[in-house]
């Protein structure tokens, strides 16, 4: 069992930075994969970004590829979203979530692939 709070949310302008936090409780934080995705007002959650087990791969969504940065220390139980200059369309809630399957060799882009999700973290863009 794996609990997530999310931390770090808020208003930022346009071009701004924001730096995400998953505090993860359990033991077995380091063995899963881990992910974060979004949702806006009014549309789908989606695939924001994925960290292996290990914190030696990573998988970003094309539209945040070169902005966003997922990372992870085992040893704090902590996950990471660093996200760099911010754009109006990067407004909706962050949710950080914990795959379903311990020590897996692959990384996955849909949420029904975690099994445990935290309560998300709002951030707001301005133009």
């Known amino acids: 069992q794996v609990q997530l709070v999310e931390s770090g949310g808020g208003l930022v302008q346009a071009g701004g930075s924001l730096r995400l936090s998953c505090a993860a409780s359990g033991r077995t934080f380091s063995s899963y994969f881990m992910g974060w995705f979004r949702q806006a007002p009014g549309k789908e959650r989606e695939f924001v970004a994925a960290?292996?087990?290990?914190?030696?791969?990573?998988d970003h969504a094309d539209s945040v590829k070169g902005r966003f940065t997922i990372s992870r220390d085992n040893a704090k139980n902590t996950l990471y979203l660093q996200m760099n200059s911010l754009k109006p369309e990067d407004t909706a809630v962050y949710y950080c979530?914990?795959?379903?399957?311990?020590?897996?060799?692959?990384?996955?882009?849909?949420?029904?692939?975690?099994?445990?999700w935290g309560q998300g973290t709002e951030v707001t863009v301005s133009s």
């Open positions: 960290i292996h087990w290990s914190g030696g791969i990573t």
């Open positions: 979530a914990a795959g379903g399957a311990r020590y897996s060799a692959y990384l996955y882009r849909t949420p029904e692939k975690y099994d445990y």
